[in-house]
């Protein structure tokens, strides 16, 4: 005999800041948990079958695109890499902080991620010399492509924003996701800028001297990215520049 399945309640936080008659509640749902369930799925089931104004974001539904990552239980994580057989059968879930509200839990993460890359001007520079096709397409380092891949493979989910407490702060804070592509793109060997412009980029409170290494960042990363090594490498450079 199958035992029974268990019932969650999924209490959301409800507001829409383009409606002048929404303000901010909780709303709960209660569904019966399946096998393999995800976050993801028990929202899309609330949405199909009891509430089709519940607003959240997704795409993949595999991890990749970063866009259905919101406070899980306070905590910042997807929800499509989350079972709910992991969580208690009382679950709460609220859009991620930091960033602007769409409605109940879909938030802008592109907008802030865009301007953070125009600020950073986080894309390879090259010089004219280097613009010749055959030398941009010449092998890599096997090891330092490897290196460069690992950085690479963030989603920009924002969770490691939304749980920084210096981006809590300072608004204009660029967060371990920004830190991480400038690691990013001092490894690549196709960028001509010099230590000294990086500096110029990122060597002030509102970048690398800001983190306050809390690990936030490092422990919400749904893609166990090595971020605090990263800024803590980040720093040791600059702050040997700015002594020299």
């Known amino acids: 005999m199958n035992a029974p399945r268990r019932a969650l309640n999924i209490s ?23 096998d393999g369930m995800t976050l993801f799925i028990a929202l899309n089931e609330i949405r199909e079958k ?12 595999a991890g990749i695109c970063g866009s259905c990552a919101m406070l899980i239980n306070g905590k910042p994580g997807l929800a499509c890499r989350t079972l709910t057989k992991l969580l208690g059968p009382e679950i709460t879930l609220a859009p991620l902080p930091g960033f ?16 953070m890359s125009e600020r950073l001007r986080t894309w390879v520079h090259a010089t004219e010399r280097d613009l010749d096709l055959r030398r941009m397409e ?7 492509a490897e290196r460069i891949y690992e950085l690479d493979r963030c989603i920009e989910c924002g969770c490691c924003f939304a749980a920084c407490g210096t981006a809590r702060m300072r608004p204009d804070f660029v967060g371990a996701v920004g830190l991480n592509k400038i ?21 002030s409170d509102d970048g690398i001297f800001g983190c306050m290494s809390l690990l936030g960042c490092h422990d919400v990363c749904p893609k166990s990215l090595p971020l605090q ?8 450079r600059m702050a040997a520049m700015g002594l020299s």
């Open 138 to 144: 010449e092998p890599m380092d096997p090891d330092l």
């Open 229 to 236: 090594i990263q800024i803590a490498f980040i720093r040791r």
């Open 12 to 34: 959301v936080l409800r507001f829409n800041p383009r409606d002048p008659d929404s303000t901010p509640r909780l709303q709960t749902y209660g569904l019966e948990e399946a």
């Open 183 to 203: 690691a990013r793109f001092r490894l690549d060997p196709r960028d001509s800028r010099s230590d000294d412009e990086w500096y110029e980029i990122v060597g």
């Open 100 to 115: 602007e509200l769409i409605a109940d839990l879909s938030v802008n993460t592109g907008k802030w991620m865009r301007a």
């Open 50 to 61: 009891q509430d089709p104004s519940l607003q959240f974001d997704f795409v993949c539904r």
